[in-house]
């Protein structure tokens, strides 16, 4: 598994646009990038998963860079209820798999 | 609504006590997983099923140990307990067998134990 490095927190107010960065400089050719949020005391949720260029979906967007060493999570015009932590996963689906969890970014989003 | 089920939603028990929580998967998900959140921790991968066979091993202490059931449904047994065990357990499920980095996992809505 790609080892992967996100701020630890973040804050921002209502209404702008978030932009969360994970480095995982030693990516695999086949590896994934995905996004988990987690709301306190829940299990956490799928958000956003990549492999190259742009992702979009109805929550947010997923920049990924063609040397794919890192990628951006975007949440446009935040609100207080996205205030949560927010997982990078980088990796394949393997025989060995093991599918962990980094440390996460803590994002406060505030009135 | 994930579709995974996770019970009881909260267990308090004393010290060197067995608990056993249990999870339902997600219609149709082969795998289960198991994960332990203790306060002001991240999701820590303790063991993975797969159709009923273990698939993936993580830090899972040998007083834990987890079965997956022919109607898919999974048990997690903890022993002997100690404070230190108290955590959130989630429990999640996805379709494929070799793990969720590229595909989707869903997760239920943990059970809360207190070791007290």
Redesign the interface.
């Known amino acids: 598994?790609a080892k992967t490095t996100q701020p630890i927190s973040m804050d921002s107010y209502e209404g702008q646009e978030v932009n969360i960065t994970c480095s995982h400089n030693n990516i695999a050719t086949?590896?994934?990038i995905?996004w988990y949020q987690?709301f306190p005391?829940?299990?956490?949720?799928?958000i956003i998963?990549g492999y190259k260029t742009k992702v979009t979906n109805e929550v947010a967007s997923l920049f990924i860079p063609a040397d794919r060493k890192s990628s951006t999570l975007s949440l446009p015009r935040v609100s207080l209820s996205d205030t949560a932590v927010y997982?990078c996963?980088?990796?394949?689906?393997?025989?060995?798999?093991?599918?962990?969890?980094?440390?996460?970014t803590t994002l406060t989003v505030k009135p | 609504d994930?579709g995974?089920t996770q019970t009881p939603k909260h267990l308090i028990t004393a010290t060197g006590q067995r608990v056993t929580l249990r999870c339902s998967p997600r219609s149709g998900d082969l795998s289960v997983?198991w994960?332990q959140q203790s306060l002001d921790q991240?999701?820590q991968?303790l063991i993975?099923y797969y159709n009923g066979e273990e698939?993936?091993?993580?830090n899972i202490l040998e007083r834990f140990s987890a079965q997956q059931f022919p109607d898919l449904h999974s048990e997690l047994n903890l022993s002997s307990l100690e404070l230190g065990d108290s955590a959130?357990y989630?429990c999640?499920s996805s379709v494929?067998g070799?793990?969720?980095?590229?595909?989707?996992?869903?997760?239920?809505?943990?059970t809360?134990l207190t070791v007290v």
């Open positions: 598994l086949n590896d994934y995905t987690q005391s829940q299990g956490p949720r799928f998963q997982y996963l980088v990796g394949y689906n393997t025989n060995a798999g093991k599918s962990t969890f980094g440390d996460g | 994930s995974v997983y994960y991240g999701l991968f993975q698939r993936a091993k993580g959130l989630f999640a494929a070799t793990g969720f980095m590229n595909t989707e996992a869903f997760f239920g809505q943990g809360r």
